[in-house]
Every structure is written in C-alpha cells, then in structure tokens.
C-alpha cells in the first residue's frame, strides 16, 4: 500500500494446513446483503490489493435476488473506498473476476446451475479448490450446507466453508447445527468466524501476556482483583430490530465476541502458536467456567435520548411492542482454578450508549496499606477500538518538595507509535487465515459447546421469566443507572484521583 507499511502477517505455519495457492474459487452466498458488501467483498479486495488471494483466483457471488452483472458490481463497489486513481485501478482489476448467480437456498436445481458456473470459470483444470463464505442467516445454514456438499463440493482439491455467527441460539440449538454439518464437513474444513478474533489488539493479547515476563509474574488471583471487559456502541438497532430481537445482546456480543477475548486472556500458556495447542487451552478455560448466574446480571433496555432526538429500541416499527429483549447486559463470570478462582470477570455490552468503545480493563489489588492511606490502583487497560492502544495506571511522584503523589500512564497508543503503519480489517486477517487453513483465530466445536454451556441456562431463565423487564436506560447514556453499583459490588474501584485526564483524542472518557 502505498506510503504505508501493512501490518499483515503472513502468519505462523500450523501443523496440518494448507494454503491455497492457485485454481481457487471464492463462493460468497449471501452476496447481496449487507455483511457482504460491508464486510466480505472490501475485506477480499484489501487481500487482492496487498497480493494475497491466490494466483488466479475467481470470485462469485450467489443470493437469491436476480439482479445483472452491472448492479452486482456496483453493491460491490458500494462500501470499497478508492481515494486514488491507483486504488480505482486496483478495484477495476478486482471486478473483472467478479461474477454473480442468483438462485435459492433450497433447491438442488439452483446448486447445480452454481457448480456449472464454477466449473466455466475452473475452465476443466484438474485440481478445484473451492471456499465457500456464507454471509447469510442462521436459518439458511443447514439447508445451504447440504446443497453445496451434494453439488458444488470439489471431486479433486480443497474444501472449505466460512460460517458467520450465530451458531445457534442456545446449547441444544447449537448441537442441532453442529450435527447437520458434521455429515457434510470434517472440522479441518470449517472455519466459524467470530470477528473479534481477527482484532488487531485481540490477537496482541498473547503476546502481551505470554511475551512480557512482567505481566506473567502477576497475571493471577494473587494479585489481580477484578477484570473489566466492554463493549459500547453509541447507536441502535437502526431498524433491525426484528433481527436483534431475536437475539439480543447477551447472544448477539457477549457469548461470542467477549467470551472469546476473556479466554484469551486468562488461558494457560500455549504449547506453540498452532491452531489446536490455542483452542486446546482455550477450552480448558471454558470448561472451568460454571454457568453464569441469574444473581450476578442486571439487563437494560435503551429508551428514548433526554432530549427526545432519538428514539428508544421499540420505536423500530420491526420490534413488538411487549419486547424484553435486552440491548444492554453486564454481567460477572467466574473461573474456577488455581489461577483465577475468586476473580470477578465483569462483562459489559449495550447499543445507544454514550460512545463507540471495545476494552479490556484489569484492575490490580490494593497496594499494601502503610505509608499510604488512599492511593489509586494500578490498572492495565487494552483498548481493542477505536484508537488501539495499551497502557497502565501507575502512581508516581508529583514533582516538587512534598511527597504528594499523581497517576500517571505508560502509554503505547498505536497511531503515535506506528504512524507510518497500516492496521488490516479484521475480517481481511480471517479470511486470509481461511485460505491459509490456519484455524488459530477461529471457533473449534467443543470451544462452541463449552461456551454454549456457560449461557444457555441464563438465557433460558431470562426468557421463561416474563416477569423479567429490562430496566430502561436513555439513548446516549452509559446504561442502567445501577451499573456504577453493580460494578462496585464486584470490587471495581473508580479512582480520578488528582484530577488526572487521560488525552482525549487518543483514550477517551476513562470513566466506563
């Protein structure tokens, strides 16, 4: 990229992959929504653009709308910015192995129309390698899944499927998908996205821990009082309600994206960097997890701005009047090992809030009292997005004759240390690793059913429970009002100990 260094790595070489380098296929069903151009086509074209899709490969949307090449192209081009006439180059190129079938997700007759166009553009060579993405929704999965193995799977080359959250709704649910797919699939060809895990700082999180022998020495019960995990997005559902409300927040954020960040986190040292030795103790984690409990969760539900300019979540005409569905939840899970047991691992996730911020934050214990009556903890916080950064609160003395202390910061902050650096979309990073059949950033399925297993019984308790009503929180606010003595329940302790503002274009309000 031009002027810039990119910070894509091809990556470390896990036992058992293989890269597809040539005579490859890109199947995007689903192409005409939204994750697909908002998501999967820029995240392909930033691949092609660095050279990093195979030689010669070929792109082919499929969805059911009917539509011709020349619209096709431009729901391509929708969300591709191109600033230079070089990039506008690059994307004229990219569109030229774009191609578009329109079928159904049912149909056998559709799938075979699919795998005729696949085999024109594979133009009879004898090796196929076909990755299929499906950029659809969880009721079309097994019904697509069984099509493209009965009549698009390749009879000589390389298999693989792409399959977006959510994987189910609950335990049993999930199970349900996992068995459709495993007569179809073997594991090695399945790679379940969570996108969280393509995170520029998500993915940093190992080597933080396991680089650092500082932060090893520390990274326990012994001296670690309780880790904080958010997720805030200071916008609605903007009329997708009556797909949220399916969902809501708890499955939509938190049993995925955080429950992820969290396992990387508080994981045991990995034999190697390979895709099964990470997911081998990530799953032990989970496994030590017991399920969240109802008394350790309070759930909101946001309702109009103070100043009536927005309108609350069951303004969405697509959202039924009597919903309970939660946009808002925090939450506490425990870890029950030698390392962890006792730890509150407080997990916080809402729509309509007052800014745009994923972060983990990981507060120290008290310092030994003594010499000091009241002095502010140490935190370390990872912020994830915006503006990735690192740093740690620390006390220090204030210059001058008295012993007076301050908080100050050690501060990493991308933007001012890797200036001249390009951070790679999340998705850019995953499906890069799709094609390289690199599994360490995707969702094995025993991790599934582990993860299932912490949720499911407070999902199940939420919806049986109609009595059950999410406290109302104002668009724009930080959430329910109870949320600063929830936390504090927990041993969180807020500290603006002498007045110290954090820089306000690169960390934000450091109040949660």
Not at 47 to 57: A, E, G, I, K, Q
Not at 189 to 196: K, L, N, V
Not at 377 to 389: G, K
Request: hydrophobic share 35%; with cysteine.
């Amino acid at each position: 990229m031009a002027g810039n260094v990119d910070l894509r790595d091809a990556g470390h070489d896990d036992v058992g992959t293989v890269e597809l380098k040539n005579n490859t296929v890109i199947v995007v069903l689903g192409a005409s929504g939204d994750l697909a151009k908002k998501k999967t086509f820029p995240a392909l074209f930033g691949l092609y653009r660095n050279n990093y899709l195979p030689n010669d490969v070929k792109i082919v949307g499929y969805a059911r709308t009917k539509m011709d090449h020349d619209e096709y192209l431009r729901r391509v081009r929708s969300h591709i910015k191109t600033p230079t006439k070089e990039i506008e180059k690059q994307l004229d190129d990219f569109c030229r192995f774009c191609t578009y079938i329109a079928g159904q997700y049912d149909k056998d007759e559709s799938f075979i129309e699919l795998r005729k166009h696949i085999e024109e553009l594979e133009n009879g060579r004898k090796e196929t390698n076909r990755v299929f993405y499906m950029a659809l929704p969880p009721s079309v999965f097994i019904s697509v899944s069984q099509h493209l193995k009965r009549n698009c799977y390749p009879k000589n080359g390389i298999a693989r499927v792409i399959v977006e959250k959510p994987f189910g709704k609950d335990l049993a649910s999930s199970r349900q998908l996992q068995r459709a797919l495993a007569p179809d699939w073997k594991e090695d060809e399945i790679f379940r996205i969570d996108h969280y895990l393509g995170k520029e700082m998500v993915k940093n999180i190992l080597i933080l821990r396991f680089g650092n022998e500082f932060f090893g020495a520390t990274w326990n019960r012994n001296h670690i009082d309780n880790v904080q995990i958010s997720f805030k997005e200071p916008f609605g559902t903007e009329g997708r309600g009556g797909y949220f409300d399916e969902f809501g927040i708890i499955r939509d954020v938190m049993q995925n994206h955080l429950l992820q960040v969290l396992t990387l986190l508080t994981m045991e040292r990995p034999i190697s960097f390979s895709a099964e030795d990470i997911r081998d103790e990530k799953v032990r984690v989970l496994r030590a997890m017991p399920a969240i409990e109802p008394r350790n969760v309070i759930i909101g539900q946001y309702g109009k701005s103070l100043d009536g300019t927005k309108p609350s979540y069951k303004d969405d005409d697509s959202v039924p009047n009597d919903s309970r569905c939660p946009t808002f939840a925090s939450m506490v899970a425990y870890i029950k090992n030698e390392r962890w047991d006792g730890v509150p691992f407080i997990l916080k996730a809402g729509k309509a809030l007052n800014e745009q911020k994923t972060e983990v934050r990981i507060q120290f214990k008290d310092v030994t009292s003594g010499i000091f009556k009241d002095i502010p903890r140490n935190e370390l916080v990872i912020r994830v997005q915006p503006n990735e950064s690192v740093y740690i609160k620390m006390n220090s003395k204030l210059p001058g004759l008295s012993m007076q202390t301050v908080v100050t910061e050690l501060d990493l902050t991308y933007r001012r240390r890797f200036s001249d650096l390009k951070i790679p979309e999340a998705y850019e990073s995953l499906i890069l690793d799709a094609l390289k059949g690199d599994h360490s950033n995707f969702v094995r399925d025993d991790e599934l059913d582990a993860s299932w297993r912490i949720f499911t019984p407070l999902l199940h308790y939420l919806d049986d429970n109609k009595e059950i009503i999410p406290m109302e929180y104002p668009y724009g606010s930080r959430g329910p009002a109870i949320l600063d003595d929830f936390t504090a329940s927990f041993g969180y302790k807020f500290s603006d100990a002498s007045g110290y503002q954090w820089p306000v274009a690169t960390i934000g309000n450091e109040k949660l």
